[in-house]
């Protein structure tokens, strides 16, 4: 006998055939995060749109990773789905387990991703694995390599920005001024090597046609040494005025090690600034939080160096809430200045860094002594500004911005024997201040959307202790009142079986 299909189980299996087909040709997700750390950005969303070419990712991640770091393979899987729906079929990606091949491995790492070593819990017993969480990015001849994807970490940023860089056509210019004593490009190689990728930057002058700066969203000016002439301070007002940008670090002070004293220095660029109404002091900061410095001693025929922590060298970690600052840790300044601001009509003032509470004043003239045992009452002024962001707005209506440093070598390496390395953290300031003032697609804004760390509230004991029991005895109490409840409801049935018994 053959029974016949219901209706509703028919319409069941309808259903769940058709979600299926749907689910295999579309990617739907639902953000509930309060940063909307999943969705999408219009940034990411324009780059998508207007790629000319098929983009290649291939993901170098280990399997069976720890939980922790699991999440980060499956979240970035889960973004690269959506960016392969977005692009309709333009970003097209593969997972390779580099651990499964050797040559899978020796392609990872010539590329530049480097396994990194966790430690995992096996049978009761911690051991360290290799790890991979790393993708190259490619398109044509074009590539791009994320060496690691940290859990947490801006995600979007990473990936939207390695696939601009490899599908742009075109880059935009940075301009470099040179004229007024500033360092070549050929100083700041580190700069050079993170910001090439997505900008050209090209060494100019201001002449008398103020029109050449035009060309340029954003011109860096960096430890200038010689006098502004007023024509060029007019070309630099030409450009702001026309919705141009600029990045500045200036040197108001100079430290002189031969002659162990400091230095005021004087170009023209600091009246220039004090009259929108920023002015870079003519002082030194001291900070208690500092670098060091190398001081050579001699003793028992033998020479050495020894580390001496030297105050005119501020190690900054208070950074403002802002793109140009986002993810930065510490960078290490020589003879920095304060930075103060007198409000006007139009223009507007956010401090971007500052030095730590325990800073001191050092007014000119200054006479360097290594061997000085500071105290605390060197370190009485409290914060100060270091750098900040200068917004106004021109007689047409423009937009101009201006990120100023009172710093004007803390991004350079210099030149020759005399080239030294900078902080990262140093690199990655100026080249975060340098994209955000020039990228108008607001990738830059993608930098702090990521996961936030939320810890639990931390509570008293007694809390604690009532938290405990209720945890504990509220299970106990649902199973006796549930059983309570079954109790009852039988005895009510057999009533009613016996009540209809005796009918």
Known sequence: MIKKFKPGIVL???????????????????????????????????ILNDLPKTITITAYFTKDLPPDIANVRNDFKDMLVEYYQRSKGKVVFEFIDPSDKPVDEEVAQRNGIQPLLVNVRAKDQVKQQKVYLGAIVKMGDNTDVIPFLKPGAAM?????????????????????????????????????????????????????????????????????????????????????????????????????????????????????????????????IVDASCANVGVNQQQGGFSYTTQVPFPYFPLISTFGKHPATAGLESVVLKFASPITFRATATNQFEELAKSSEKSGISKLPVQFDINKQWQESDFTSGSRTISALLQGKSKNGKIWKIIIVSDGDFAENGSGQNAQEVQPDN????????????????????????????????????????????????????????????????????????AAATL
């Open 156 to 284: 979007e940023y990473a990936l939207s920005t390695s696939i601009k860089k490899v599908s742009a056509t075109t880059k935009a210019k940075i301009g470099f001024l040179q004229g007024e004593g500033e360092p070549e490009i050929s100083a700041f190689p580190q700069f050079v090597e993170v910001i090439s990728p997505i900008y050209d930057l090209e060494q100019l002058r201001v002449n008398d046609s103020s029109n050449d700066l035009l060309k340029y969203p954003t011109i860096i000016i960096a430890a200038p040494r010689d006098s502004f002439s007023k024509p060029k301070l007019e070309a630099l007002d030409n450009f702001l005025d026309n919705g141009g940008n600029l990045f500045i670090a200036i040197n108001r002070v100079d430290g002189n090690f031969e002659q162990m004293q400091g230095n005021s220095v004087n170009t023209g660029l600091e009246t220039w600034l004090a009259r929108k109404g920023v002015t870079v002091e003519p002082e030194f």
């Open 427 to 498: 690199v990655n300031f100026i080249v975060n201040s340098v994209d955000w003032l020039t990228d108008q697609s607001g990738l830059m804004e993608l930098r702090t959307k990521e996961v936030t760390s939320r810890p639990l509230i931390q509570i008293d004991d007694s809390k604690k202790v009532i938290l405990k029991w209720f945890n504990f005895m509220l299970p106990i109490l649902m199973a006796i009142g549930f059983g309570i409840y079954r109790t009852q409801l039988n005895r009510r049935i057999r009533s009613r079986r016996m």
């Open 12 to 46: 069941a299996i309808v259903a769940l055939i058709l979600i299926n087909f749907l689910s295999d040709r579309f990617f739907i997700r639902a953000d509930f995060t309060a940063d909307k750390i999943y969705t999408l950005s219009k940034a990411t969303k324009d």
